[in-house]
C-alpha cells in the first residue's frame, strides 16, 4: 500500500471509536472503491455538518438549529427535564421512545481522578433553568458508574432546596453500564421505573 493520502484517511478513521487499524484500512478501502457512491456523499456530508452543527445554547444538543428541535418541539413536555452526560446519552434515550420531555447536556461527569469539577461541566446552566421556573421534575439519568453515581448525588444534593422533585433512573441499568450501549426495552423500562433520590 502507497500514498500519504491514503494513509492519513487511515489514520483519522482509526480514531473514531470502533475502528482499529485493521477495520479502518477495510473502511477506507470500501470508501476509495465506492468513490462516487461513498467517499465524495461522506465529505460533502462532513463538510457540512463541520460547518452548520453547532451545540445547543439551551440543553447542549448537537443540532443545526438553534435552539435544537427538541427544545423548539412545543408538543414535548418543557416542565420534565432530563438530565444526561453527553450527547450521546441524549440520542439514546430518543431512540427509547420513552421520553417526552427536554434535555439537559451536562458534557461529561465529575470525576477527581481526571480533574474534573462542577465548573468544567454545565450544572450552573442547569441550575439557571430550575431556578427560572417552570420546571416541576428533574430526572437525572447519568450512568449507572461510580463517576455517573457521584454527579448524580452532587446534583440532587444541589437541587434539594430548589423546590423540584428530582428522580433518578431505575436500577434496570446494569452497574457499569452506559446509556449509550443499552436497548431500546432496558432503556425504557429503566426511565418508566425511576425513582426519587434521596
Known sequence: MSGTEIERLIQLLAKLPGLGPRSARRAALTLIRKRDALLVPLA?????????VRPCPVCGNLDSASPCAICADGRRDAAILCVVEDVADLWAMERSGA????????????????????????????????????????????????????????????????????????????????????????????????????
Open 99 to 198: 421520553f417526552r420531555g427536554r434535555y439537559h447536556v451536562l458534557g461529561g461527569t465529575l470525576s477527581a481522578l481526571a480533574g474534573i469539577g462542577p465548573d468544567d461541566l454545565a450544572i450552573g446552566q442547569l441550575l439557571a433553568r430550575v431556578r427560572a421556573g417552570g420546571i416541576r421534575e428533574v430526572i437525572l439519568a447519568t450512568n449507572a458508574t461510580v463517576e455517573g453515581q457521584t454527579t448524580a448525588h452532587y446534583l440532587a444534593d444541589l437541587l434539594a432546596d430548589a423546590g423540584v422533585p428530582v428522580s433518578q433512573l431505575a436500577h434496570g441499568m446494569p452497574m457499569g453500564g452506559e446509556l449509550d450501549y443499552l436497548d431500546d426495552g432496558t432503556l425504557g423500562w429503566a426511565l418508566k421505573s425511576r425513582k426519587p433520590v434521596g
Open 44 to 52: 460533502q456530508a462532513m463538510e457540512h455538518a463541520a460547518a452548520t
